[in-house]
């Protein structure tokens, strides 16, 4: 399985990024995203994560309202769309995959990419 991040960079407060996790391997549809950022001197925190065969979708409270997670099952790829962005929100952040959903459980996950900065000025 590999999982392959795209979008980060860097954007004022208020803007908008969406970030990309395209993932091959599963030998099924059926598997799970989970999206985690880690700050410097913070632990990993999950952010937002969604099961493929339902569809159900789950967020932290930090994000809620704000960024949504979404698949495109014709492509493998699910995004994370970053609105209204604070300073607080930059951190490196990563996608993470498994056939059971973990929910915000890094340990659930045994899949993870390489990882995209996202950084948000003030």
């Known amino acids: 399985v590999q999982l392959v991040e795209s979008g980060g960079g860097l954007v004022q407060a208020g803007g908008s990024l969406r970030l990309s996790c395209a993932a091959s391997?599963?030998?099924?549809?059926?598997?799970?995203i989970g999206w985690f950022r880690q700050a410097p001197g913070k632990e990993r925190e999950g952010v937002a994560c969604?099961?493929?065969?339902?569809?159900?979708?789950y967020y932290s409270g930090s994000v809620e309202g704000r960024f949504t997670i979404f698949s495109d099952n014709a492509k493998n790829t699910v995004y994370l769309q970053m609105n209204n962005l604070r300073p607080e929100d930059t951190a490196f952040y990563h996608c993470?995959?498994?056939?059971?959903?973990?929910?915000?459980?890094?340990?659930?996950?045994?899949?993870w990419g390489q990882g995209t900065q996202v950084t948000v000025s003030s």
């Open positions: 993470a995959a498994d056939q059971k959903l973990g929910f915000f459980n890094e340990y659930q996950y045994r899949y």
């Open positions: 391997g599963f030998a099924s549809d059926d598997y799970a």
């Open positions: 969604i099961s493929r065969s339902d569809g159900s979708t």
